[in-house]
């Protein structure tokens, strides 16, 4: 199994934009589905975006949460070593701890939802917007 683990948190304001990366140390993340979750103090993670396996020259299944469909974007590097959560016009309810977690054997929608009993996880990065 891979290792994940996350950067690229920070503090911005509001509007800003960060390109949050999780890279995988070990297996590389070509099979598995990929996630980024996010918790606020006191509460559960939710799924934010969370993407297929490497399929090569087809693009991979996404799902996104609708409150940041057209604000945050999930790519993965082409050694599928990394998957980056690229988000543009930050809001403060946007500000969490952002993890990112791989599957084997799921959808992106399922994935996302809570569908899934993941063990596979990074330890998390901190972002934060300011209004």
């Known amino acids: 199994q891979p290792q994940l683990v996350e950067s690229g948190g920070g503090l911005v304001q509001r509007g800003g934009s960060l390109i949050l990366s999780c890279v995988a140390y070990?297996?590389?993340?070509?099979?598995?589905?990929v996630g980024w979750f996010r918790q606020y103090p006191g509460q559960e993670r939710e799924g934010v975006l969370c993407v297929g396996p490497d399929q090569g020259s087809h693009s991979p299944s996404i799902y996104y949460r609708d409150s940041v469909n057209g604000r945050f974007t999930i790519s993965r590097d082409k050694d599928n070593r990394a998957v980056f959560l690229q988000m543009i016009n930050l809001q403060p309810e946007d500000t969490g701890v952002y993890y990112c977690?791989?599957?084997?054997?799921?959808?992106?929608?399922?994935?996302?939802?809570?569908?899934?009993?993941?063990?596979?996880w990074g330890q998390g990065t901190q972002v934060t917007v300011s209004t």
């Open positions: 070990g297996d590389t993340l070509k099979n598995y589905f």
């Open positions: 977690a791989a599957h084997l054997f799921t959808t992106p929608r399922t994935m996302c939802n809570g569908g899934e009993d993941l063990n596979l």
